[in-house]
């Protein structure tokens, strides 16, 4: 049996991957959400968990079906995240915990629990952000927590090429979903340069099956992917102020 195993897709970039995959000819959906279940009619059988991802141990049920089925994982998409901006000595400490649980911890075990049922041609997506390619006042911790999914997903890139499985980290910049619209105090500059979850999931999809290693859905991204590596950090930093 072969699925597509996706986080966070009850809305969103999530969902807009499920959508797609599910024209994949895939046995099944396995979609783990939260307490929503997608509102959309999917024409491929779709398996969902419900999941509280800053629990310690999110995975149990998941890992019993997989254990039980034993599906090939032809497609795996960690797409759940949170984010909260404003400074960080503002920031709760229940919303710092659940940015690094959810967004690194919660991804990492994900990975590591697919990773037995995957196999040659499989792929792997792993949502980060044009944040994560460098420092961010006022938005610390989730630039800090994409930047560990960049690093994560290239460093198992490199193992599981050996294996022919593929590891792309997606990084778009502002994207128009809730998490964009839920925040605060959102520079004006972003707001001009939103793209939607559709166009980021259609591309990272492509990008995957080229097995691009990083994929910046637009050029102003790309353009601060390239800053990343050529200017300093205090230089970068200066432009926050």
Known sequence: MNIALISGASRG????FAKILDSYNLDELWLVCGQNTPSFEFKTPIRVFHTDLSEKSPFKKLKKALSDKNPT???????AGVGFNGAFENLSEENIENT????????????????????????????????????????????????????????????????????????????DTDFFSNLENVKEYKKKHLI?????????LKASEKGKRIYTPTFSI????????????????????
Do not use: W
């Not at 970039?13 to 807009?16: D, H, R, S, V």
């Not at 939607?196 to 259609?202: G, L, M, N, R, W």
């Open 222 to 241: 790309k353009l601060v992917h390239l800053a990343s590596k050529v200017l300093p950090t205090s230089l970068i930093l200066k432009f926050y102020k």
């Open 13 to 16: 970039i999530g969902l807009e």
């Open 196 to 204: 939607s979850a559709k166009a980021v999931a259609t591309g990272a």
């Open 100 to 175: 690094i649980i959810i967004n690194c911890s919660a991804l990492s075990l994900l990975t590591r629990i697919a990773i037995p049922y995957m196999s040659a041609g499989s792929k792997i997506i792993e949502i980060a952000s044009g944040a994560g390619f460098s420092p961010q006042p006022d938005f610390a911790i989730y630039s800090a927590s994409k930047s560990y999914v960049i690093s994560f997903s290239r460093a198992i890139g490199h193992e599981l090429s050996k294996k022919s499985i593929s590891v792309t980290a997606v990084c778009p910049g502002p994207v």
């Open 73 to 79: 994982i032809k497609h795996l998409v960690c797409s």
